[in-house]
């Protein structure tokens, strides 16, 4: 069964940046498509952008694009996400996802989750 584990979430100014890190478990990711979502109050889950684990391509959302990068670390099966030049309209729950095969942008997809991880972005 996978399972992921967020972690680097908290409080930032605007202007500024946090790295977030996914630790999954529980299988071989190859074939596995990553992906980082996320979800502000009131309104639905958003994809941020997602990477292939057999050859590391990766695509975004307009949203986040120039300013977030997805990571990945095959030895130590870590997909991290850097965020950077960060606004008040970043701030969201963070979630990890994984799904067998090809990434795709629409969370239903994605069949493993992790338990999200808060960033908030102060003005």
């Known amino acids: 069964q996978v399972q992921l584990v967020e972690s680097g979430g908290g409080l930032v100014q605007a202007g500024g940046s946090l790295r977030l890190s996914c630790a999954a478990s529980?299988?071989?990711?190859?074939?596995?498509?990553m992906a980082w979502f996320r979800q502000a109050p009131g309104k639905e889950r958003e994809f941020v952008a997602h990477?292939?684990?057999?050859?590391?391509?990766?695509y975004y959302a307009d949203s986040v694009k120039g300013r977030f990068t997805i990571f990945r670390d095959i030895f130590n099966n870590i997909v991290d996400l850097q965020l950077s030049s960060l606004t008040p309209d970043d701030t969201a729950v963070y979630y990890c996802?994984?799904?067998?095969?090809?990434?795709?942008?629409?969370?239903?997809?994605?069949?493993?989750w992790g338990q999200g991880t808060q960033v908030t972005v102060s003005s």
């Open positions: 996802a994984a799904r067998e095969g090809a990434p795709y942008t629409d969370y239903p997809l994605y069949d493993s």
């Open positions: 529980g299988r071989t990711f190859s074939g596995y498509g």
């Open positions: 990477i292939s684990w057999s050859n590391g391509n990766t």
